[in-house]
C-alpha cells in the first residue's frame, strides 16, 4: 500500500488509460478522484473501484473549460486535505480527425484547449495545493508518441501531445522550487478495446513481441511518483514496445 492516504486526481479516469491508472493508485491504498466528462463511465469506474476496496469518487469535470478545473481541484483538496499527485490523461482524438484542408480553427481549439490548456490549468491548480506539502508532490502528463511521429491529417492533434511535452520540461523547472517533479509518458499503441481481437501481426511488429495494454501505462505512471523517485523530472518517457526505434523499410 504504497500510496496509502494519498490524494491522487486522474482526469479522463472514465475508460481505458485513465481507468487503468485510477485502480491501480486505489490498489495501493490512494483516494482517487475520477475526473470525467462522461457521468455514466465516471460513476461507473468509481463504483467498481469501491466495490473491491478502494476508496474513490467522480467528479463531472470537462477540462476544457477553466472553471471546472479550478472547481475540481478546490473540491478534492477540501475534501481530503491535499492533494499529492496529479495525472493528466484527459484527451480527445479521432472526434476532430479532418484532412489539414477541412479542418477549422473551431475544431483545432477544441483539440488544443482539452488535451493541452487542460494540462496547464490543472497542474496550475493542483501545484498551488502540493506546494504547501512537506514532500511536495507530483504530476504525470501522458503525451503520446504522436509528439515525435505523426500519420497525415492528425495536425491538431499532434500539435496537442507536442505542447503537452514541452508543457513538462517547463513546468518541471519551475515547479521543482516547490518541490513538485512534472513528467511525462508518450505511449505507443494502447489496446483500450479487446485485446483477445488483435492479430499476431499486430504483435510482431513491436520489439517487445505483444501490443500494450493500460496497465503498462499505470506502472509507469506509479513508478513516476514514487516520492523516492524524485530526482526524475522534466522526462519524457516513450512506452510503446519499442516501436519508435524501428527502422521499417517498403519491401
Request: with cysteine.
Amino acid at each position: 500500500m504504497k500510496y496509502a492516504d494519498k490524494t491522487v486526481i486522474v482526469t479522463g479516469a472514465g475508460h481505458g488509460i485513465g481507468r487503468a491508472i485510477a485502480g491501480a493508485y486505489a490498489a495501493e491504498g490512494a483516494n482517487v478522484v475520477i475526473a470525467e466528462l462522461n457521468a455514466a463511465l465516471g460513476q461507473k469506474a468509481a463504483e467498481e473501484i469501491t466495490r473491491t476496496g478502494g476508496t474513490a469518487e467522480f467528479v463531472a469535470c470537462d477540462v476544457s473549460i477553466e472553471g471546472q478545473i479550478i472547481d475540481l481541484v478546490d473540491h478534492a483538496a477540501r475534501k481530503y486535505g491535499t492533494i499529492d499527485i496529479l495525472i493528466n490523461n484527459a484527451g480527445i482524438a479521432n472526434a476532430h480527425i479532418k484532412t489539414l484542408y477541412e479542418l477549422s480553427a473551431d475544431e483545432w481549439d477544441k483539440v488544443l484547449n482539452t488535451n493541452a490548456r487542460s494540462v496547464f490549468l490543472a497542474t496550475r491548480e493542483a501545484a498551488k495545493i502540493m506546494r504547501k506539502n512537506a514532500a511536495g508532490g507530483a504530476v504525470v502528463n501522458l503525451s503520446s508518441t504522436r509528439s515525435l511521429m505523426s500519420e497525415p491529417n492528425t495536425e491538431a492533434y499532434a500539435a496537442s501531445k507536442g505542447a503537452i511535452s514541452a508543457l513538462t520540461h517547463a513546468m518541471a523547472v519551475t515547479l521543482g522550487e516547490d518541490g513538485i517533479t512534472v513528467n511525462c509518458i508518450s505511449p505507443g499503441w494502447i489496446e483500450t478495446g479487446d485485446y483477445a481481437q488483435l492479430r499476431e501481426i499486430d504483435h510482431r511488429q513491436h520489439p517487445s513481441g505483444r501490443v500494450g495494454k493500460p496497465e503498462d501505462i499505470a506502472r509507469a505512471c506509479l513508478y513516476l511518483t514514487e516520492p523516492e523517485n524524485n530526482f526524475i523530472t522534466g522526462a519524457q518517457l516513450v512506452i510503446d514496445g519499442g516501436m519508435t526505434r524501428k527502422m521499417i523499410y517498403e519491401p
